[in-house]
């Protein structure tokens, strides 16, 4: 009976302190920040500007012609030189490198259906948009439009992919429309590249089915670098959302000099640039018939404050995608968590965001924000 | 169509009537958000956001309403926003749409941060700029 008793007051000590309740970090109302992460993915909406963008047929086109070094014009380089599908869909490099070196990291390609702006300077409203410009620099394919044309139109492989694509044959169509066609397959490609779920994720959707005990299952140190992370650390007035990135531009506090003499203009460049393409969706060459979706090209703002700004990048499969920043000239998760924990505020725009300061994070602290950025990686 | 009544000007067009009395349409609720004003302003404005709850990177239009006293009437109005404990406003310029009778519709709207922002509604009469101002918190 006496042996009863204190087995049953045994496990009830044990039910009492069992580590659901117990080993979950967050306060409810950091939970409520957490839970704007997700759910994961969102959902996936057409781009309403290119008329091929969630066509099989297009997409397997687009495919092709994203391996094919015969889309520039030594017949050398394909996207995937810099876009590689082994690493993260970037190159593992600091700086692009095409016919000749680039001035910028190459950008994973991860999930870049669901910007609204393309480039680290934005000088892109649309994934179409976009696929144009390393065809056409002269610094990565430096191909033109009758170089596209004439690929498309002798290649009897691509030549049926386009009419399945776009239910016509390329003959007869001028040089510009299907150089602008092959970047809308392009698009309709890259739209396909979307990562899966993360460890953060399960955490995040345990949390809303108010499962606590899937939820503790979550690393201790991702935790605790969760907490940072929607709290003094404030990164997550930036990287918002399930995607981890507001889509918009920030002045982050890395140099912007690419050389003697030499300045990025970043975000503020890329709006100039907007302004003067005529591949944008106000223009001629965009599909929807209403320009829906353009509002954003006809009302972006230009202030001082964008000379130097650059994309806020996802944070979704970091882990795959280093070197970090618009210049690639952090090479791990741990310098840039050292660099927003450092960062030297007079290195900022004097017109610029007031949110940034330095963190000045304990070693162990430092670890936890790391720990918790790995877990927005798939299969971590 | 037209009719007068005392204090109420009414007003029919494409078959809708609607009545811009002083201060009536601009008394806040329904969603609408009275803007503060300074001591003796002309102007009474409130702001409906469309969609009612905004979410952060989203875009969302504003349905603002003017109301004047003593007769007082706009010649224009300006819609911005921003985070004044960020230092930064909106990154794209709102386009104001004057659909007569006090009520205007503002287009292309977005919030890219959570956080406190400060709507900002400035009317514009005799050449002058009347601000109004209201601070919402965004999720």
Redesign the interface.
């Known amino acids: 009976m006496i042996f009863r008793l204190v087995l049953l007051a045994v496990l009830a000590a044990g039910i009492a302190g069992s580590p659901a309740t117990a080993d979950l970090l967050l306060a409810p109302d950091e939970i409520?920040?957490v839970l704007?992460h997700g759910p994961w993915p969102p959902e996936p909406k057409p781009d309403r500007s290119n008329r091929v963008s969630g066509s099989d047929e297009a997409a397997t086109l687009g495919e092709l012609l994203f391996f094919d070094p015969r889309l520039s014009r030594a017949g050398e380089i394909s996207c995937a030189r810099c876009h590689r599908p082994d690493l993260g869909w970037t190159d593992g490099r600091a700086k692009a490198e095409g016919v000749a070196r680039l001035d910028r990291n190459t950008q994973s390609l991860f999930n870049v259906r669901f910007a609204r702006w393309f480039g680290w300077d934005g000088r892109t409203d649309s994934l179409w948009a976009h696929s144009l410009g390393p065809i056409l620099d002269k610094r990565e394919m430096a191909a033109d439009a009758d170089h596209v044309a004439t690929l498309l139109k002798r290649d009897e492989q691509l030549s049926a992919l386009y009419r399945a694509a776009f239910g016509r044959a390329p003959d007869g169509v001028d040089a510009e429309t299907l150089m602008v066609d092959a970047a809308k397959a392009l698009a309709a490609f890259q739209e396909t590249i979307v990562s899966g779920s993360t460890a953060f994720d399960r955490f995040r959707n345990a949390l809303a089915r108010g499962d606590t005990q899937a939820a503790a299952q979550y690393p201790q140190a991702a935790q605790r670098g969760l907490k940072l992370f929607v709290g003094r650390g404030k990164c997550?007035?930036?990287h918002?959302?399930p995607l981890f990135t507001?889509?918009?531009?920030a002045d982050a506090g890395v140099p912007y000099f690419t050389g003697p003499g030499r300045v990025d203009p970043g975000r503020h460049g890329g709006i100039k640039r907007l302004k003067a393409s005529p591949y944008t969706r106000l223009g001629a060459f965009s599909d929807a018939p209403d320009r829906s979706g353009a509002?954003?090209t006809?009302?972006?703002?230009q202030h001082h404050?964008t000379f130097g700004e650059f994309k806020v990048p996802s944070l979704r499969n970091l882990t795959r995608t280093a070197p970090y920043m618009h210049n690639g000239s952090l090479a791990t998760l741990a310098d840039v968590v050292r660099h927003y924990s450092t960062i030297d505020l007079e290195r900022l725009h004097t017109d610029?965001?007031?949110?940034l300061e330095p963190l000045n994070l304990t070693a162990r602290e430092a670890a936890d924000l790391v720990a918790f950025l790995e877990t927005l990686g798939e299969g971590e | 169509m037209r009719a007068s009544l005392p204090g109420l000007t009414a007003v029919a067009l494409a078959g809708i009537t609607f009545a811009v009395p002083a201060h009536a349409g601009c008394a806040g609720g329904d969603g609408a958000l009275k803007l503060e004003a300074p001591d003796g302003a002309p102007f009474a404005v409130t702001v409906k956001t469309r969609p009612g709850t905004v979410a952060?990177?989203e875009?969302f239009a504003a349905d603002i309403a003017v109301c004047g006293k003593d007769g007082n009437t706009p010649e224009r109005i300006a819609v911005d926003a921003t985070m004044p404990?960020?230092?930064?406003?909106?990154?794209?310029?709102?386009?104001v749409k004057d659909l007569g009778g006090g009520r205007y519709a503002a287009?292309?709207l977005?919030f890219?941060?959570?956080?406190t922002w400060r709507v900002e509604v400035s009317v514009y009469a005799d050449g002058k700029p009347h601000r109004l101002s209201r601070d919402v918190e965004v999720?």
Do not use: D, S
């Not at chain 2, 404990?85 to 386009?95: C, D, I, L, Q, S």
């Not at chain 2, 890219?112 to 956080?115: I, L, Q």
């Open positions: 409520k920040k704007r997550h007035f930036c918002t959302g507001n889509g918009e531009f509002w954003a006809r009302q972006v703002r404050r610029g965001e007031r949110i | 952060v990177g875009p404990a960020h230092n930064h406003g909106m990154n794209y310029v709102p386009e287009e292309g977005l890219h941060m959570p956080g999720e």
